[in-house]
Every structure is written in structure tokens, then in C-alpha cells.
T-cell receptor, first 112, second 115 residues
Framework: DQQVKQNSPSLSVQEGRISILNCDYT??????FLWYKKYPAEGPTFLISISSIKDKNEDGRFTVFLNKSAKHLSLHIVPSQPGDSAVYFC???????????FGQGTRLTINP | DAMVIQNPRYQVTQFGKPVTLSCSQTLNHNVMYWYQQKSSQAPKLLFH???????NEADTPDNFQSRRPNTSFCFLDIRSPGLGDAAMYLC??????????????FGPGTRLTVL
């Protein structure tokens, strides 16, 4: 039973526009929510995270929103750039635990 | 640059033939992890080491084992690979086990093919 779901396998966005990647989770006990970015032939790299006590965290062009009542997480990238083309994974974890629970990933393509 | 290195990047083995995947890190992190990622699926944690303390996930098959001879190295041993074990195997490290948003740093992965 998958606890973290990214229902869109792929997303295509025009350069300069906003990219919105979505993630749903089932376990309300998760304490932290993270986004990882993966380029081909490389491992995932950490992008941004948010604690369950917040509903928004911003880092430059990247903003993560958390809606706890809906158990929904989203990543906004604005403006989107060609270098943002990658697979994006959302992940969750509980405080004090090492285990990251990942979604399946969404492949984002930024078109010039 | 400090990093997580995985060797080999591609590994082909025969059905039932034991195989070992290698991971090394120059980050001097306490925790090392092994994830399995099958095609178009989420990475799934197999086990992790905190220093020499081994922590197995409940649903990790007995066919998968791990060794961590020192801080820098960690190995994934698959005793009798089956066709269903073909996957990308990702090694990751983190500084500590208790930090809430403690970042995990991933290697590039080893893609295992089982013939």
C-alpha cells in the first residue's frame, strides 16, 4: 500500500511559466516533507523541505506548500527554467526515524 | 568534492549468482542507506546502518544482506538474485539519525540486470 503518491508521471511546462508538482500522502503522522530532484545518471539531490508545523517554505524560485487537512504537498517552481527538467520525488519522514518514504516521481520537462 | 560513490554503475549477473554492490562516501556521515528502485516506482528503503548498528526494514527479503566494514564503505550482497531483483540500487548517507529534516545524500546508483 503506497503511502506517498505522485499521480502525474510527467509534466510539460513552457519556460518562464510556473511548474506545479503535486504529492499526496496517507499517513498523518509524518513530520517532514521533502522534495528531491534527479537528473539522468545521477542520484537524487535534496531540493527543499517543510516541517508539518508549517504550511509554506520558500527558497528562491522554489516554494513548497503543505495542506495537512488534505494530506497534500506541492512544489511550485517559478519561473521555470530548462535546467529544471528532471524527475522530482516527494518524500516524507517521521521525526527521529531515518526512513524516507518516496513517491514514484514526476518527470518535469521545461520547453524553451 | 565530498560525495557518495557507487561501483559499479552497471552490473549484470546471472540468475542465482551472488552479486555485491559497493558504496563509499567521503562525507564522514554516520548513517548509510540502501534503497531499491524498480522501473517507474518509488525508491524503497532496504536497510540502513547507523555506525555499525544494522537496521533492517521488515519487508526486506532475506536474500538481501549488507556489510559496513568501516565508516566509509557499505556493501549490498544479493545472495541469489532473481529476475525480480533487477532494479536500480541507490546508496545514501546522512550525518545523523535524529535530525528531523537531516538531508540524505545519494550516490548515482548501480543498475542491476539479472539474466
Amino acid at each position: 500500500d503506497q503511502q506517498v503518491k505522485q499521480n502525474s508521471p510527467s509534466l510539460s511546462v513552457q519556460e518562464g511559466r510556473i511548474s506545479i508538482l503535486n504529492c499526496d500522502y496517507t499517513n498523518s503522522m509524518f513530520d517532514y516533507f521533502l522534495w528531491y530532484k534527479k537528473y539522468p545518471a545521477e542520484g537524487p539531490t535534496f531540493l527543499i523541505s517543510i516541517s508539518s508545523i508549517k504550511d509554506k517554505n520558500e527558497d528562491g524560485r522554489f516554494t513548497v506548500f503543505l495542506n495537512k487537512s488534505a494530506k497534500h504537498l506541492s512544489l511550485h517552481i517559478v519561473p521555470s527554467q530548462p535546467g529544471d527538467s528532471a524527475v522530482y520525488f516527494c518524500a516524507t519522514k517521521k521525526e527521529g526515524a531515518q526512513k524516507l518514504v518516496f513517491g514514484q516521481g514526476t518527470r518535469l520537462t521545461i520547453n524553451p | 568534492d565530498a560525495m557518495v560513490i557507487q561501483n559499479p554503475r552497471y552490473q549484470v549477473t546471472q540468475f542465482g549468482k551472488p552479486v555485491t554492490l559497493s558504496c563509499s562516501q567521503t562525507l564522514n556521515h554516520n548513517v548509510m542507506y540502501w534503497y531499491q528502485q524498480k522501473s517507474s516506482q518509488a525508491p524503497k528503503l532496504l536497510f540502513h546502518y547507523y555506525d555499525k548498528d544494522f537496521n533492517n526494514e521488515a519487508d526486506t527479503p532475506d536474500n538481501f544482506q549488507s556489510r559496513r566494514p568501516n565508516t566509509s564503505f557499505c556493501f549490498l550482497d544479493i545472495r541469489s538474485p532473481g529476475l525480480g531483483d533487477a532494479a536500480m540500487y541507490l546508496c545514501a548517507t546522512s550525518r545523523d539519525r535524529s535530525g528531523g529534516s537531516d538531508t540524505q545524500y545519494f550516490g548515482p546508483g548501480t543498475r542491476l540486470t539479472v539474466l
